[in-house]
């Protein structure tokens, strides 16, 4: 039986009272498409419309938001950076702290995932997008390259001419996120060294393999040539952000020291040559016939060249097309 003080509502009011309610249920909330809610799309933020919003684009009619996401999860940093410039509604959703976490973790994995939590909250106000834009790192995703040029004497003719040779050569490094990197020094262009520089390049491709640290905007590297008198290799890298002949310059080498290590202290080329060498003085050497030589030339900065861009790069130019900078 129903209640004698039970409120009668008129039936215009009814429908009224449901239609608010029901416009507020249509809000956009994210988080209920974990639960298989979907929510029906509102009008674009600041827009004085109540109908609901229907997105005219063929790709968000016929894709889902969950299908959309999960393509949005499996790109790059720097493809969902071009993505965001698509449209607003990519650009709201790629705003998500989801992608950008699982990027920072990833980029700065060295550090730890307590330290990264720690360095968000007091650094960059609890966004991992801020933390990315911001925050000096290392890109993996192609190789960063030093092109050398010195003067070398040729043969004179005739007792006529003096002829000189301006040898190029390259140095080229190719970081990973757990620490490790690869170098090669060659005369080759870079679209033929990007082959080789993987963890399966063989001895004969004169690729070596050493472990780095980043802290703040410094990189501290160093990796072993094997041999039968083992050599160390290391470098201090700093981030510099100019401008040089449409190349961004991505990290100025600052030393580079070579100097001999003993036997007893390397195990095997795998070994972390980096925390052996730690402490070390420039002028240090453990090995008395090969001596601490710190190199003041070949300090040209490291420019990145991505993957998709080795093919193109004006590092590829022949020699009578390439401006060369010829110190001293």
């Known amino acids: 039986m129903a209640s004698d003080f039970a409120l009668k509502v008129p039936p215009e009011l009814e429908a009224e009272s449901r239609l608010r309610t029901v416009q507020y ?16 799309p509102v009008a ?10 229907v997105d005219p684009a063929l790709i968000h009619r016929c ?4 299908l959309l996401s999960e393509v949005f999860a499996r790109m790059t940093p720097y493809t969902l950076g071009r993505a965001a410039c698509v449209c607003r509604k990519w650009r709201y959703t790629i705003r998500n702290p989801v992608f950008w976490r699982s990027a920072c973790l990833k980029a700065w994995q060295l550090s730890g995932v307590v330290e990264n939590y720690k360095i968000l909250q ?10 990315w834009l911001l925050r000096p790192r290392v890109r993996t995703d192609g190789l960063y390259v030093s092109r050398n040029t010195y003067i070398r004497a040729g043969v004179a003719e005739w007792r006529v001419t003096n002829p000189v040779h301006v040898v190029c050569y390259f140095r080229y490094i190719r970081f990973f996120p757990s620490g490790r990197f690869l170098y090669k020094n060659s005369s080759q262009k870079v679209k033929d060294v990007v082959k080789c520089m993987n963890s399966r390049a063989s001895k004969a491709d004169c690729v070596f393999s050493g472990h780095y640290t980043l802290s703040d905007d410094k990189i501290e590297a160093a990796v072993l040539y094997p041999g039968m008198r083992p050599t160390v290799w290391r470098i201090r890298l700093s981030l510099q952000e100019e401008q040089q002949q449409g190349l961004t310059i991505g990290w100025m080498l600052l030393s580079l020291v070579t100097s001999g290590v003993s036997d007893n202290e390397v195990n095997g080329p795998d070994e972390d040559i980096l925390g052996v ?8 050497t453990h090995n008395p016939d090969v001596p601490a030589v710190s190199h003041k030339r070949g300090l040209k900065a490291f420019v990145f060249v ?11 130019l022949p020699v009578d097309k390439m401006d060369y900078y010829v110190a001293g």
């Open 306 to 316: 991505p993957f998709e861009e080795v093919e193109t790069s004006d590092l590829n």
């Open 63 to 66: 894709l889902p938001d969950e």
């Open 25 to 40: 249920f249509v809000t956009h909330r994210p988080w209920l498409d974990l639960y298989g809610v979907h929510v029906r």
């Open 277 to 284: 060498v730690e402490g070390w003085e420039e002028d240090e």
């Open 122 to 131: 007091s650094r960059y106000e609890s966004s991992w997008r801020k933390m």
């Open 44 to 53: 674009p933020f600041g827009s004085a419309s109540s109908k609901p919003f």
